[in-house]
């Protein structure tokens, strides 16, 4: 069976290949505003959730294999009651540092599986996880440090657990896996809901 990963994400790729799946890439391209503001109120889990769900699909309809599964991901982080993707530019990411540091956040990670049999989409289960996320107190160099890198203006929340960003987060309360990009644990559930077992996915 195939594993379809809906996302560019080089941290989601290495998640999983180091937990024995070698997943097939296709970006969705999905325009994740335009998804966000047809949305009518939506919790911030179902924010995260709809998100992951639209990325899914738009990769799904470009899937014919006979046995697949099509997993998407989004992840943002609520930080004093908004919730906040990717900075995209310098003055951002050192605006929503000003507003984490030394302070912690809440992490959503929202996951779709689609399953495909027969080249058809069969059946479906969609979820998200939550992480607290525990800050340091930056230095303003070691912030100008950091946003230089450009690390922070391209993944959620500005920080990354797995790269430099590591070096500020002094603990979290939840799933490491989910603040890197994809939990582990919630897309193993997933799976057995549409039918698979995550370990005859495992490489052999």
């Known amino acids: 069976m195939r594993f379809v990963l809906a996302s560019a994400s080089p941290a989601r790729l290495g998640v999983l290949r180091s937990a024995g799946i070698d997943p097939s890439v296709l970006v969705s391209g999905v325009d994740e505003d335009a998804v966000a503001a047809a949305l009518s109120d939506p919790t911030p889990a179902g924010l995260v959730t709809a998100l992951a769900l639209a990325k899914a699909e738009a990769v799904a309809e470009r899937v014919a294999d006979a046995e697949a599964v099509v997993v998407g991901c989004d992840s943002m982080l ?107 644990p919630l897309t193993r559930r997933l799976l057995a809901e549409v039918g698979v077992g995550v370990v005859d996915l495992w490489r052999r």
């Open 78 to 184: 609520s930080i004093g009651g908004e919730m906040v993707g990717k900075p995209g530019v310098p003055e951002v990411a050192r605006k929503r540092w000003a507003q984490m540091a030394g302070g912690s956040g809440e992490l959503l990670t929202g996951h779709a599986v689609l399953r495909i049999e027969g080249g058809r989409r069969t059946r479906q289960a969609v979820g998200s996880q939550v992480t607290t996320v525990r800050f340091a107190d930056l230095s303003p160099d070691e912030l100008e440090a950091y946003v230089a890198t450009s690390e922070p203006l391209e993944v959620a929340g500005a920080f990354t657990l797995d790269g430099l960003g590591g070096w500020f987060v002094e603990g979290i309360d939840g799933d490491p896996s989910s603040v890197i990009g994809i939990s582990l």
